[in-house]
């Protein structure tokens, strides 16, 4: 048999053994029956997606609990991702524009950094963000807090859920949610930026500096349309990657604001223990990351064509 069949056929065995046969346990769990008092059972049954879209008392009642933590979901990961990018595209420009040794000393940081996990990055900006020991202690120690009241700002912050009547806060908030997710994919953002803007023609923005574009010009007429497909895959990339954000959203949004992938985890390991229901969310989570990659795949083609 010829080593290359050989390697086709392993590389497809792993491909069912670790993805195709997880997704269809999933799948098949989904359609189980929780037990009152008990565990779950084997079952097949669409209760659980009814659930999801109208909630558990229906028809008596309809609720939309779980379709408001799938939006929280694509609320935190559009925004965090939207963020991170609009951050790395001007320091990954900049980036491209340094001697090969300085970009290579970069790039090594920065790949460094993703060792980092997720516990590690948002333990250091609880401890940064924290209400005793971090920023709102130093705004209040070095007088801020106070300056932000005599100037009217303070009750800004307030209404905006970034202050209590005695000092700022930042947990728990929309804000610190969203800083913490897109500063744990901002080094994928460079990444993922960098051999596009890396191959960037700089006599074109010279050419148009020359001729009397000024720089904001420069950026949308030229650097934003040569980079727009990359731009946009990023972005995609980092969205689908945070909608399964889990400990930056216990840690820093409110509880009325958990997305859909901490009911997963509260549902198959947390108090909830109902395996089956967690199936169901983890199966329209990925639904709908599938549909945003496909929309994504439909947008490239048109463009390319265009």
């Known amino acids: 048999m010829p080593a290359k069949t050989i390697l086709l056929g392993l590389l497809t065995s792993i491909i069912v053994v670790f993805c195709v ?11 189980g029956r929780k037990v009152d008092g008990a565990a779950w059972v084997w079952d097949f049954t669409f209760d659980n997606y ?5 909630g558990v008392l229906w028809p008596d009642e309809v609720t939309f609990l779980y379709l408001q933590q799938l939006g929280f979901s694509f609320y935190f990961a559009v925004i965090a991702s939207l963020l991170a990018v609009l ?11 340094l001697k090969r040794t ?7 940081f920065i790949m460094a950094s993703l060792s980092l996990s997720e516990v590690f990055i948002v333990m250091g900006w609880d401890i940064l963000l924290s209400n005793n020991s971090g920023l709102p202690k130093l705004f209040k120690e070095t007088g801020l807090t106070q300056w932000l009241k005599d100037v009217g700002w303070f009750q800004h912050l307030r209404d905006w859920g970034l202050a209590n009547p005695r000092n700022v806060k930042f947990k728990t908030s929309d804000f610190a ?9 901002w080094p994928y953002a460079v990444i993922l930026l960098y051999p596009a803007l890396s191959r960037l023609d700089p006599s074109l923005s010279e050419a148009a500096r020359t001729m009397g574009a000024s720089r904001w010009t420069v950026t ?12 946009f895959g990023t972005t995609l990339l980092l969205f689908v990657f945070l909608l399964g954000t889990y400990v930056s959203i216990t ?3 409110a509880p009325n604001k958990h997305t859909t992938a901490v009911a997963i985890y509260s549902n198959i390991r947390g108090a909830n223990l109902n395996a089956p229901f967690g199936a169901t969310q983890a199966i329209m989570l990925l639904i709908s990351a599938s549909a945003c990659l496909y929309l994504g795949h439909v947008f490239n083609r048109r463009s390319e064509v265009r």
Do not use: D
């Open 21 to 31: 046969l997880p997704f269809l346990l999933v799948l098949a769990i989904s359609f």
């Open 102 to 108: 300085s970009q290579a000393m970069w790039l090594v």
């Open 177 to 185: 949610t969203i800083l913490t997710m897109s500063y744990l994919v």
């Open 87 to 97: 951050t790395a595209l001007p320091f990954t420009l900049q980036l491209t524009r």
């Open 220 to 231: 949308r007429t030229v650097t934003l349309p040569s980079i727009r497909l990359p731009l």
């Open 50 to 54: 009814q659930r999801f879209f109208v």
């Open 251 to 253: 840690v820093f949004a």
